[in-house]
T-cell receptor
Framework: SQQGEEDPQALSIQEGENATMNCSYKTSINNLQWYRQNSGRGLVHLILIRSNEREKHSGRLRVTLDTSKKSSSLLITASRAADTASYFCALNTGGFKTIFGAGTRLFVKA | GAGVSQSPSNKVTEKGKDVELRCDPISGHTALYWYRQSLGQGLEFLIYFQGNSAPDKSGLPSDRFSAERTGGSVSTLTIQRTQQEDSAVYLC????????????FGPGTRLTVT
């Protein structure tokens, strides 16, 4: 399967703590993207990291990519209750087709 | 500016009926995608359109599913002879041409087949 696999499936933390989610995959990729979904409806694009990049930052988000291990991680620092959502990694293997993983459900307790 | 819009937001239909779901992408976006998401699951790729190229239909689960995109803009996903397993949220997304990048998603259509 080309699908990314997120780990853990669910994560519960206290507000202020850091949250780390991982994505592993089996195929070669052009880029990897992370998305957030609230309440089971539309997804919001968070960050894109290309295959020749190792780390990217956006606000409280930090994404790493290790192409040798075929894995990526999303770190959310100083989490807030509003970060409660499902987070998906999505693989682009070339062209425009993008394959989404099953997601990690994050719950941040106030 | 306006984002991706989808209609209807909710649709309840009887088993065996046909349904049409509509997606209006962001103006100027030439790539358009359809996904399906069952409750608590990830996104299942269905189809995507890119400019005037032939669409990639590799994700359509059966020949009951079809999609078209008129004038390079609005897209309609049609499900014929709906089955209960078709119940899901159908998400549409669009992105700009040339460089695959982040997709902009609509709010989805929740389809319930009774």
């Amino acid at each position: 399967s080309q699908q990314g696999e997120e780990d853990p499936q669910a994560l519960s933390i206290q507000e202020g703590e850091n949250a780390t989610m991982n994505c592993s995959y089996k195929t070669s990729i052009n880029n990897l993207q992370w998305y957030r979904q609230n309440s089971g409806r539309g997804l919001v694009h968070l960050i894109l990291i290309r295959s020749n990049e190792r780390e990217k930052h956006s606000g409280r988000l930090r994404v790493t990519l290790d192409t040798s291990k075929k894995s990526s991680s999303l770190l959310i620092t100083a989490s807030r209750a509003a970060d409660t959502a499902s987070y998906f990694c999505a693989l682009n293997t070339g062209g425009f087709k993008t394959i989404f993983g099953a997601g990690t459900r994050l719950f941040v307790k106030a | 500016g306006a984002g991706v819009s989808q209609s209807p937001s909710n649709k309840v239909t009887e088993k065996g009926k046909d349904v049409e779901l509509r997606c209006d992408p962001i103006s100027g976006h030439t790539a358009l995608y359809w996904y399906r998401q069952s409750l608590g699951q990830g996104l299942e790729f269905l189809i995507y359109f890119q400019g005037n190229s032939a669409p990639d239909k590799s994700g359509l689960p059966s020949d009951r599913f079809s999609a078209e995109r008129t004038g390079g803009s609005v897209s309609t996903l049609t499900i014929q002879r709906t089955q209960q397993e078709d119940s899901a949220v159908y998400l549409c997304a669009s992105s700009r041409d040339r460089v695959p990048e982040g997709q902009y998603f609509g709010p989805g259509t929740r389809l319930t087949v009774t």
